[in-house]
């Protein structure tokens, strides 16, 4: 089902301006990455995207539904439907792997099995699986305040991989890794994606990654797009306008992050 937007802005409290008439629209299936300057709007569109901010004007239909328009219980299922990958993923420091990723189901499980998951796990298995996939295989069990930065990022891919979505949104997903963590973290998701038909809109802060991985690629500048183009019309003239503001020319991935 994908989403559509239309005419779509969005004000911070002060007035200024983070989204400005955007019309934007993708189908199940389709992965997206989002690209622009830091303050363009591109987390500002994904926090829309997920339901958690409510457009100043405009209207937005996520999976079918105009979110803001629904029931509190038909809201909850809508977002259970949504997996959100946050650049510092908000998980309890003090919290175990297992319990993290379980977490990804909360909005699905009926409230016993919610708080039971809590306390013991209700399911290994399938954490496990999401974790090889990521090549944490041995931190099942381990406190997430033992983890590296990449490695907490991986955790929060995994818990949204776990939690099985019809729309993926990852805002800065590997920000925290390597190129060859990054590569291997950015795969999983079109995989689970294509496995799925799920949507995968992803906030990029590095230009390479966005032209390697996705076909789809949409360029967005002071609140507004700039560009909507499959990446191979991508130029290097087109990013150097889109990052005409920024200096030391185009961001690309450092050769060497945390992992």
Sequence with gaps: MGFSLQQLSFEHGNGTPALSQISLAAQAGECIAVIGPSGSGKTTLLNILATGLKPSLGTAVVLGENPWKLSKSSLKRLRSKIGLVHQAPPIPLRQRVITAILAGRLGQWPLWKSILSLVYPVDIAGPQSCLERLDLTDKLFDRCDCLSGGQLQRVGVARVIYQAP???????????????????????????????????????HAVDIALRWFPRIIGIRDSQIMFDLPSSKVSEHILRELYASELGGLPIQASSTAS
């Design 166 to 204: 019809q729309l993926i949104l990852a805002d800065e997903p590997v920000s925290a890794m390597d190129p060859v963590l990054s590569d291997l973290t950015i795969g999983v998701l079109i995989e689970e994606a294509k496995i799925r038909n799920a949507t995968l809109v992803a906030s990029l």
